[in-house]
C-alpha cells in the first residue's frame, strides 16, 4: 500500500497503555492517508476513494487488536483439543479485518448481526477476554451465562445481537433490526453478516427485497472466505460476485484482507444507507482454520494456497509492515506487544477455569417470559417437574 504522510508527527512519544515496552511508541493522531491494496469494485454506485484517513495511534490500535484476536482463536483451538470447549467452534484467523476495519467506521450505537464465527465480532463490539473463554467453556461469566457457546455470543448493551447457528437466518433478523431503526428515526444502520456458504439462502433475498422496498438502513455484509464449509464458492454459486446478488441493491467489492479498506466501505455504505436503503458489501477474505474444529482444513484446499495468503495476503502482517516502514515502532516494540496479548490471554483463561458452570436449574431460565408460570412435565407428561421461572 502506498502511503503519504500530510503533516509532521508533533505529538510527544506515549506508550500504549496496555503493553509494558522498552520504550515508548507512536499514539500520535496526527493524519496519515493511506491507499487501499486493491480498487474497490462497484456495482450500481461510485466507488470510495482509494485514500483512507488514519493516524499513528489507529495504526497500533489495530495492529494490537488484530494480534490479540489471533492469538485468542489460537488459544480456543488448544482449549477445544484439549476437550475444555465442547460443541461447534468456528474460528476467525484470518478474517479480523473484517471486524475491526468495520468498528473503525461506526458507533456502539448502530447494529451488528452474524452467524457462528462470532468471536471475534463479540470482542470488537466491546466484549472480554474474560466473557468470551468463559462463554466457550461453558461458565457462568460468559456472555450468555454459558448456556450459548461458541455460536451464541450477545451482547445487547452494544448492540450486537449473536451469535447464530442457523445458516442465513440472522439476515431477516438484522433487516428486522434496521426496521425498528427507521421506525425510531434513530439515524443508526445494521451490519448484517454472512458468509459465502449462506449466499444463496432464499430468506437472504426475500429479506433483501422487503428491506430494498422501504428503504431500511441495512448493509449486507457477505464475509467471502471462498469455502461454505468445505465446498468452493465455484462449486456452489453460478454468480460468485455476491456483492452483485442484489441486483437492484448497489454493491461494492472489498479487500476484507485491508483493514483500511474494510474502514473506508463501511463508513461509505453507513452513509449510503442512510439515504437510500440497503447495499451489499462483499468482503474478499480468507480463514486459515477449517470450517470448524472438526473440519482440519487441508482437504479441499492444499497448504500451499493457506501458506500463500498468509504470506502475501495476511491482515497482520500488512499493518506491522505500515508500521514498520514509517518509524512508528520497532520490530522489538511490536513483539513485546505480541508477548504482553498472550499474557492477556493466558490469564483470561485462568479466570475463566475459575468460573462456575450454571447451576442445574439454570436450565430453566431465559426460556419464556419471567413470571409466566409455565409448568415444565417428566417425559410421561403426568408429574409437573417444576415451574419455570
Given at each position: 500500500m502506498a502511503l503519504s504522510r500530510l503533516t509532521s508527527r508533533s505529538n510527544?512519544?506515549?506508550?500504549?497503555?496496555?503493553?509494558?515496552?522498552?520504550?515508548?511508541?507512536?499514539?500520535?493522531?496526527?493524519?496519515?492517508?493511506?491507499?487501499t491494496s486493491v480498487p474497490f469494485t462497484p456495482h450500481l454506485v461510485d466507488a470510495p476513494s482509494r485514500s483512507v484517513d488514519t493516524s499513528p495511534q489507529e495504526l497500533l490500535t489495530f495492529f494490537r487488536d488484530?494480534?490479540?484476536?489471533?492469538?485468542?482463536?489460537?488459544?480456543?483451538?488448544?482449549?477445544y483439543k484439549a476437550k475444555l470447549i465442547r460443541g461447534f467452534c468456528h474460528l476467525y484467523d484470518g478474517q479480523e479485518a473484517v471486524a475491526i476495519g468495520m468498528e473503525a467506521?461506526?458507533?456502539?450505537?448502530?447494529?451488528?448481526?452474524?452467524?457462528?464465527?462470532?468471536?471475534?465480532?463479540?470482542?470488537?463490539?466491546?466484549?472480554?477476554?474474560?466473557?468470551?473463554?468463559?462463554?466457550?467453556m461453558g461458565r457462568r461469566d460468559g456472555c450468555s451465562k454459558g448456556k450459548g457457546?461458541?455460536?451464541?455470543?450477545?451482547?445487547?448493551?452494544?448492540?450486537?445481537?449473536?451469535?447464530?447457528?442457523?445458516?442465513?437466518?440472522?439476515v431477516p433478523l438484522g433487516c428486522g433490526i434496521a426496521f425498528a431503526q427507521?421506525?425510531?428515526?434513530?439515524?443508526t444502520v445494521t451490519f448484517a453478516m454472512y458468509g459465502?456458504?449462506?449466499?444463496?439462502?432464499g430468506q437472504l433475498f426475500e429479506a433483501l427485497n422487503i428491506s430494498a422496498l422501504w428503504d431500511l438502513p441495512v448493509?449486507?455484509?457477505?464475509?467471502?472466505?471462498?469455502?461454505?464449509?468445505g465446498t468452493a464458492e465455484w462449486r456452489a454459486a453460478k454468480s460468485p460476485a455476491y456483492y452483485k446478488r442484489g441486483d437492484y441493491v448497489p454493491g461494492l467489492k472489498v479487500d476484507g484482507m485491508d483493514v483500511l479498506a474494510v474502514k473506508q466501505a463501511c463508513r461509505f455504505a453507513k452513509e449510503h444507507v442512510l439515504k437510500n436503503g440497503p447495499m451489499i458489501l462483499e468482503m474478499d477474505t480468507y480463514r486459515y482454520h477449517g470450517h470448524s474444529m472438526s473440519d482440519p482444513g487441508s482437504t479441499y484446499r492444499t497448504r500451499d494456497e493457506i501458506s500463500g495468503v498468509r504470506q502475501e495476503r495476511d491482515p497482520i502482517e500488512r499493518v506491522r509492515k505500515l508500521i514498520l516502514s514509517h518509524d512508528l515502532a520497532t520490530e522489538k516494540e511490536l513483539k513485546d506487544i505480541e508477548k504482553e496479548l498472550r499474557k492477556e490471554v493466558d490469564d483470561a483463561i485462568a479466570k475463566a477455569k475459575e468460573s462456575p458452570m450454571p447451576d442445574p436449574s439454570d436450565l430453566f431460565t431465559n426460556v419464556y417470559v419471567k413470571g409466566l408460570g409455565t409448568e415444565s412435565f417428566g417425559a410421561d407428561r403426568k408429574e409437573v417437574r417444576t415451574v419455570l421461572p
Open positions: 510527544p512519544l506515549k506508550p500504549l497503555a496496555s503493553a509494558a515496552l522498552s520504550r515508548s511508541i507512536s499514539t500520535s493522531t496526527d493524519p496519515l492517508t493511506i491507499e488484530m494480534a490479540m484476536m489471533r492469538r485468542m482463536e489460537i488459544a480456543a483451538d488448544s482449549l467506521a461506526i458507533t456502539k450505537k448502530d447494529s451488528i448481526i452474524t452467524a457462528y464465527r462470532d468471536h471475534c465480532t463479540y470482542i470488537g463490539r466491546g466484549g472480554t477476554l474474560l466473557e468470551m473463554f468463559s462463554e466457550l457457546g461458541s455460536m451464541h455470543f450477545y451482547k445487547k448493551e452494544n448492540r450486537f445481537y449473536g451469535g447464530h447457528g442457523i445458516v442465513g437466518a440472522q427507521k421506525y425510531n428515526k434513530e439515524d459465502d456458504g449462506a449466499a444463496n439462502q448493509i449486507l455484509v457477505c464475509e467471502n472466505n471462498h469455502y461454505g464449509m
